[in-house]
């Protein structure tokens, strides 16, 4: 099947720092591809150039065969963004907030959507309060309401998650699943592996600017394999890779304190790739 | 084209603002205080090309009003939308062009423009009879807003912060407040100064709301304007098509 998404050599350059490193990528429609990385890696730096918020410093990427740069209204036309810093118009209500975003897409039957979303998103009740007086996490609901009011073929979602009740952060995931069966293709960057794990179609991880690793999940398990060793020694929490159960076990006989063994995860895999806290 | 949702947002944030009384009396409070202290103060007793000093004072409030409201509301409005609450982040991602972004700004600065220059006109119909309200007057008025809106967008777009956007006003909007023949004649300036004051776009409009008549010299102040108007616009389009973050 023809790509949704074609990265090729993409880069991104500020003065002296490389944001993004030669970033080839391509990712088919209905897919949802989670964007991993630690702090600075970027991530949102490649979404803003596949939103044409920001042109790339060389490279190309292309939306549905549309150029980024060369064809920036015709991309614009298919995307939906929520971004990671909330952007929303803080002296306007909700509903006004969704309603210009409606009117820059030229949606028909506006209102019908918007109080659709307002409903699922469950805001209708403070559909006419204004945007500052909400809580941080009614903002991120909004900003994630307001990404989908166009209808989007392919949905941009920048740490969507943060600062979401364990309930709401749950329903997120269920939306994000059905908006799959819907046929969209998703982007998602987060800082919470388990999060990427469980929804990601297929993930890449960045690490300064260059995509270090590209499969998905399970495969990306399976090639650190075996198992982890969790010990706590004086507060601090200790993680040992081990081969197998047995070299699990016989390690976990030589701790004096309690133990913790499980099978390698998809936050070990980052960790030993990021090259932050993993010693094999 | 669509450049309504802009402009119509902005026309949100403005009534949202205008509800709070404070800020009412800040838009008109230096036009105000100009109008008390110069023309109440010199009013009868200075004559000036044949009317009293309010006479002529008037018409040249009423264009600096019009001046500085339009672009001030512009000019902070977008860096502080650019810069802070990152909002104009949205129209850049959304399906509009970048001459629906300029046309929409510049036209609800306009709107913000023309209120306030309009309070002062209605209060100072009590005051002066020498206002000449015909339909080159409104026209004249209507085309100053256009002109400092669009260098509002320009502003707004190249402020790298908010005391870049104070460093331009002070550059460029507040001498011309001033020197432009708000308060004095430009003729009793010196030759050079007089020349530069004579190629800015307020001198111009001064000049045809005090005499808003058509003859060879309105006609040139009047293209003058426009082309400010044309070339600001112009240029705001292609700053905006060249964003990038
Ligand atoms: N406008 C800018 N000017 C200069 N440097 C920038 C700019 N935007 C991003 N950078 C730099 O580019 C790098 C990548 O940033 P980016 O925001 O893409 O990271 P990220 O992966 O999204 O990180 P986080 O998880 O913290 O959101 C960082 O080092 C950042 O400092
Ligand atoms: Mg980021």
Redesign the interface.
């Known amino acids: 099947m023809h790509a949704m998404i074609v990265t090729d050599n993409l880069g991104k350059q500020y003065q002296d720092l490389v944001a993004l490193d030669g970033l080839s990528l391509q990712i088919p429609p209905g897919e949802i591809f989670g964007l991993l990385g630690p702090n600075g890696a970027g991530k949102t730096t490649c979404i803003k150039i596949l939103t044409t918020l920001a042109r790339p410093s060389r490279g190309t990427a292309r939306i549905h065969d549309f150029d980024v740069v060369r064809q920036p209204l015709a991309v614009k036309k298919l995307i939906g963004v929520c971004p990671q810093e909330i952007n929303l118009d803080r002296e306007l209500t909700a509903y006004e907030n969704l309603w210009i975003y409606g009117r820059l897409h030229r949606m028909p039957d506006l209102a019908a959507r918007i109080a659709e979303l307002l409903t699922f998103g469950n805001l209708e009740e403070r559909a006419h309060s204004l945007v500052r007086e909400f809580s941080g996490g009614m903002q991120r609901r909004l900003l994630i309401l307001r990404a989908l009011v166009s209808r989007p073929r392919v949905l941009f979602l920048d740490e969507p998650t943060v600062g979401l009740d364990p309930q709401v952060r749950r329903q997120l995931w269920n939306l994000i699943q059905e908006l799959k069966l819907s046929g969209i293709t998703i982007i998602l960057t987060t800082h919470y592996i388990e999060e990427a794990e469980m929804l990601c179609d297929r993930v890449g991880i960045l690490n300064r600017g260059r995509l270090i690793a590209l499969d998905t999940p399970a495969a990306l398990v399976a090639k650190v394999g075996g198992y982890v060793v969790e010990t706590l020694n004086s507060g601090r929490r200790q993680y040992l890779l081990v081969r197998d159960k047995e070299e699990a076990y016989a390690r976990a006989q030589t701790e004096p304190t309690g133990v913790i063994i499980r099978q390698v995860n998809l936050e070990d895999v980052f960790i030993q790739l990021t090259g932050e806290r993993l010693t094999n | 084209m669509?450049w309504?949702?802009?402009f119509?947002?902005e026309l949100?944030?403005f009534r949202?603002?205008l509800l709070r009384l404070g800020y009412v009396v800040s838009a008109l409070f230096s036009p105000m205080l100009y109008l008390l202290a110069f023309g109440l103060g010199l009013g009868k007793r200075v004559a000036m090309s044949g009317g009293t000093y309010l006479d002529y004072l008037l018409p040249g409030l009423i264009a600096m009003t019009s001046m500085t409201n339009s672009y001030t509301w512009i000019a902070t409005s977008m860096t502080v939308g650019r810069l802070h609450?990152?909002?104009f982040?949205?129209?850049?991602?959304?399906?509009?062009?970048a001459a629906d972004i300029v046309v929409g700004q510049i036209l609800a600065g306009m709107v913000r423009g023309l209120f306030a220059s309009g309070i002062l006109l209605g209060l100072g119909l009590f005051l002066s009879t020498g206002l000449h309200l015909n339909l080159m007057f409104f026209l004249v008025l209507v085309l100053n807003c256009l002109v400092f809106a669009a260098f509002g967008v320009i502003v707004g777009m190249k402020s790298r912060s908010h005391e870049d956007t104070a460093t331009f006003t002070n550059f460029f909007i507040m001498p011309m407040a001033f020197f432009c023949g708000t308060f004095f004649p430009v003729d009793e300036m010196p030759w050079l100064l007089r020349d530069i004051i004579k190629a800015l776009p307020l001198t111009h409009t001064n000049r045809l709301l005090r005499f808003p008549f058509w003859n060879l010299e309105s006609l040139e102040s009047l293209a003058l304007l426009s082309a400010y108007g044309v070339v600001c616009l112009a240029l705001g389009i292609i700053i905006i098509r060249r964003y990038?973050?």
Do not use: D, G, K, M
């Open positions: 669509n309504f949702p802009i119509y947002r949100l944030l949202r603002r609450f990152r909002t982040q949205v129209y850049i991602q959304a399906p509009v062009t990038s973050e």
